[in-house]
T-cell receptor
Framework: GAGVSQTPSNKVTEKGKYVELRCDPISGHTALYWYRQSLGQGPEFLIY????????DSGLPNDRFFAVRPEGSVSTLKIQRTERGDSAMYLC??????????????FGEGSRLTVL | QKEVEQDPGPLSVPEGAIVSLNCTYSNSAFQYFMWYRQYSRKGPELLMY????GNKEDGRFTAQVDKSSKYISLFIRDSQPSDSATYLC???????????FGQGTELSVKP
């Protein structure tokens, strides 16, 4: 597809369960970002990949959150032992190497996570 | 203090009105000043960005940056119902690669 693709679009889980959220960036985009957006708030930075490596993971809230991008394309955000406070929209964005230096990001439509 | 402050609104205006949206920030290291628009249940999309102080115009939209006051604005002329969305200011410094968003202002343009 032409845009950033995120799956699933909606995920409902129970407290304590493990969740994986997938992001397929725009083809050729080397930079990939994960953000979390709670209702009525702006997106909050979680982690940024340049290629396969995490260039900045300072936004991950605790060690229950982990993200990978093993081949420099698709990324998976993994959340262990989910808590109700993890309920939010998880947004993925990608960018070219040139555009990432200006903050021009292309966002997917997000994965809405609800933890019961 | 948050790095970026934005009035969340909501803001309701009649069609054709001029809309003014604003953000303040605290860190003078920010280099790029962005405005993203987010429709309900969608991801944000970039509207426009500026690099330096001054104005930048794109159709009905004008972005304004005052670095001395650490204040950025977005003006929408002749607002349309299709402009109804949440507008997010976002700031970026080259080192670090992460975009810092404001809270977003929810705008509703009534026909």
């Amino acid at each position: 597809g032409a845009g950033v693709s995120q799956t699933p679009s909606n995920k409902v889980t129970e407290k304590g369960k493990y969740v994986e959220l997938r992001c397929d960036p725009i083809s050729g985009h080397t930079a990939l970002y994960w953000y979390r957006q709670s209702l009525g708030q702006g997106p909050e930075f979680l982690i940024y990949f340049q290629g396969t490596g995490a260039a900045d993971d300072s936004g991950l809230p605790n060690d229950r959150f982990f993200a990978v991008r093993p081949e420099g394309s698709v990324s998976t955000l993994k959340i262990q032992r989910t808590e109700r406070g993890d309920s939010a929209m998880y947004l993925c964005a990608s960018s070219t190497q040139a555009r990432e230096n200006t903050g021009e990001l292309f966002f997917g439509e997000g994965s809405r996570l609800t933890v019961l | 203090q948050k790095e970026v402050e934005q009035d969340p609104g909501p803001l309701s205006v009649p069609e054709g009105a001029i809309v003014s949206l604003n953000c303040t920030y605290s860190n003078s290291a920010f280099q790029y000043f962005m405005w993203y628009r987010q429709y309900s249940r969608k991801g944000p999309e970039l509207l426009m960005y500026t690099y330096s102080s001054g104005n930048k115009e794109d159709g009905r939209f004008t972005a304004q940056v005052d670095k001395s006051s650490k204040y950025i604005s977005l003006f929408i002329r002749d607002s349309q119902p299709s402009d109804s969305a949440t507008y997010l200011c976002a700031l970026f410094y080259n080192q670090g690669g992460k975009l810092i968003f404001g809270q977003g202002t929810e705008l509703s343009v009534k026909p």
